[in-house]
């Protein structure tokens, strides 16, 4: 399978509890993100990694936490999640970091209810 | 962080051509313009980016004009399967200075085609 893999595609999680949203690539890209995308609106970044070993925060960081251990993996946690933090998430990669092409390919997405 | 502003939505008749207009005024100097099109349920696919002037690819082509204040999005004779939601990317995740990690997605053009 070529691309990018999200796990799970949806959860329903209660307020407070914790969660790791997986995302992993095939393409041996350098550049992962995580953005956000509530009902209706575009998306919003929340963090980035632009190559093993270093992440960065993006625009809308607060409450989540990331890693990249590896090339392949960048999971997202939320620590302990709040009502608000319901929206679909989407991962994505880009071949390399800090050129101006970064063509991104995105996951198909994960649908989070906060309750 | 350029801010983007895009029509809400747009109608449209198969075989037409379409044109999306998206506002950056405040756009850096060394950010790319990206448009995505993204169908319900999935993410986001690349369709074209470009820096000034005109870009054109095997499914559209993007306007810049020389201020670089705004950009035109071209969809060439369009059919049903063109009916998508249409972002505006503007911004650069990978900039040295206090606009790392900012990039912004609008809210996007939905756009419909109708036969």
């Known amino acids: 399978i070529a691309g990018i893999t999200q796990a799970p595609t949806s959860q329903i999680l209660a307020a407070g509890r914790r969660m790791t949203l997986r995302c992993t690539q095939d393409?041996?890209?350098?550049?992962m993100y995580w953005y956000r995308q509530d009902l209706g609106l575009g998306l919003r970044l929340i963090h980035y990694?632009?190559?093993?070993?270093?992440?960065g925060k993006g625009e809308v960081p607060d409450g989540y936490s990331v890693s990249r251990a590896n090339t392949d993996d960048f999971p997202l946690t939320l620590a302990s999640a709040v009502p608000s933090q319901t929206s679909v998430y989407f991962c994505?990669?880009?071949?390399?970091?800090?050129?101006?092409?970064?063509?991104?390919?995105f996951g198909p997405g994960t649908r989070l209810t906060v309750t | 962080l350029a801010k983007t502003t895009q029509p809400i939505s747009m109608d449209s008749y198969e075989g037409q051509e379409v044109n999306i207009t998206c506002s950056h005024n405040?756009?850096?100097?060394?950010?790319?313009i990206t448009w995505y099109q993204q169908f319900p349920s999935q993410g986001p696919r690349f369709i074209i980016q470009?820096?000034?002037t005109k870009v054109t690819n095997e499914v559209a082509s993007l306007f810049i004009p020389a201020d670089r204040k705004s950009s035109t999005l071209s969809l060439p004779r369009v059919s049903l399967s063109d009916t998508a939601v249409y972002y505006c990317?503007?911004?650069?995740?990978?900039?040295?200075?206090?606009?790392?990690?900012?990039?912004?997605f609008g809210d996007g053009t939905t756009l419909t085609v109708k036969p």
């Open positions: 405040n756009i850096a100097t060394n950010d790319y």
């Open positions: 393409m041996r890209h350098n550049a």
């Open positions: 470009g820096y000034k």
């Open positions: 990694s632009n190559t093993a070993g270093t992440t």
């Open positions: 994505a990669s880009s071949e390399s970091a800090g050129e101006p092409t970064y063509e991104q390919y």
């Open positions: 990317l503007v911004g650069d995740i990978w900039a040295s200075d206090t606009n790392a990690g900012k990039s912004t």
